[in-house]
């Protein structure tokens, strides 16, 4: 059986002595010896090819998801561009760290502008809800939050303790309304009960 010329190959001929894959090769490259750029290759090239100033942002060109991120096929997995660009040109991510875009830029990939933190330091530092809630030093009435807790939310004692001092008035107020209530019955209890006891008396007879 004829195989491919090129040495070390070994596999079976396919056109112009060389097998299926070295001819491809010849036919699109040019050469039969071609190698292809590793994935770390192509994204360098990708990435570098327009952004050397480190303090800018490098917008990845390539495809990204649905809130903004880049996104490449790095190892075999589909992963953010941001996190393959770090492990190439920094080094591999801690465990159990995640990267934070310090220029709030999610399609930005250059890593003078990532830093790896932990998942609870990353949303913190986000816009969500919870985020701007721990930023949140006074509350909406100017008073000083403090570190007690309720319903797993910081509170402003001066607030709370007005609350409660509302909540004890109005209780208040509840039961002063209800004991006027039960005097008003009793009374008209009693009246009833006494134009019944007249009723009756005028009905006995003399």
């Known amino acids: 059986m004829r195989i491919c010329s090129i040495e070390g190959c070994g596999k079976k001929h396919k056109g112009h002595g060389y097998c299926n894959k070295h001819w491809l090769r010849l ?3 040019g050469d039969p010896t071609y190698k292809p750029p590793t994935i770390h290759s192509r994204i360098i090239r ?3 090819s327009e952004n050397q100033d480190p303090n800018v942002c490098w ?6 998801n649905g809130i903004g991120y880049g996104m490449v096929g790095f190892n075999g997995k589909n992963m953010g561009a941001h996190r393959a660009v770090y492990r190439i040109l920094v080094g591999p991510i801690p465990e159990g760290f995640t990267l934070d875009h310090l220029c709030r830029n999610p399609i930005c ?3 003078h502008h990532l830093e790896p933190v932990s998942m609870r330091d990353n949303i913190l530092r986000g816009v969500s809800p919870a985020a701007k809630q721990a930023r949140q030093t006074h509350c909406k009435r100017g008073h000083e939050l403090t570190d007690r807790r309720r319903r797993g939310k910081r509170q402003c004692l001066l607030c709370v303790n007005e609350l409660e ?4 008035k109005n209780d208040e107020a509840y039961r002063e ?3 006027a209530s039960a005097i008003i019955r009793g009374q008209k209890r009693r009246r009833i009960k ?11 007879p003399s």
């Open 109 to 111: 990939v250059n890593p």
């Open 27 to 29: 036919r699109i490259h």
């Open 165 to 168: 001092r509302e909540r004890y």
């Open 46 to 48: 990708k990435v570098l």
């Open 177 to 179: 309304k209800e004991k």
């Open 194 to 204: 006494h134009e019944h006891s007249i009723g009756a008396s005028q009905d006995r």
């Open 59 to 64: 917008v990845w060109p390539g495809a990204t």
